[in-house]
Nanobody, 125 residues
Framework: HVQLVESGGGSVQVGGSLRLSCAASGFTRSRSSYCMGWFRQAPGKEREGVANIDSDGGASYADSVRGRFTISQDNAKTTLYLQMNSLKPEDTAVYYC??????????????????WGQGTQVTVS
């Protein structure tokens, strides 16, 4: 079965950087038929889409992170990354990796994704 395991979270000062990783395994279809994304959830708030990478490698970003965050994947497409620069206190949240199999529209909606990781905490202060 599909497993997504995030890592790389932690505490960082305002203006600092972190890189999150998501190790993906258990895909039975060609990786080219998946989309993957990053979401985050702050205390008391709904889970929101941060970034998405589609089956062709095209990236989408939330307005709040565009220009600061970069989503990417390794050549084997088994690891998803989120490079986060110029971090702000409002970026503090639990960050989740998610997979949409097959790729569906509306990348920033949680209902699009059918697999989720356990989350990793990012704290900016």
């Amino acid at each position: 079965h599909v497993q997504l395991v995030e890592s790389g979270g932690g505490s960082v000062q305002v203006g600092g950087s972190l890189r999150l990783s998501c190790a993906a395994s258990g895909f039975t279809r060609s990786r080219s038929s998946y989309c993957m994304g990053w979401f985050r959830q702050a205390p008391g708030k709904e889970r929101e889409g941060v970034a998405n990478i589609d089956s062709d490698g095209g990236a989408s970003y939330a307005d709040s992170v565009r220009g600061r965050f970069t989503i990417s994947q390794d050549n084997a497409k088994t690891t998803l990354y989120l490079q986060m620069n110029s971090l702000k206190p409002e970026d503090t949240a639990v960050y989740y990796c998610a997979a949409s199999i097959p790729c569906l529209p509306n990348w920033n909606e949680t209902r699009t994704y059918n697999y989720w990781g356990q989350g990793t905490q990012v704290t900016v202060s």
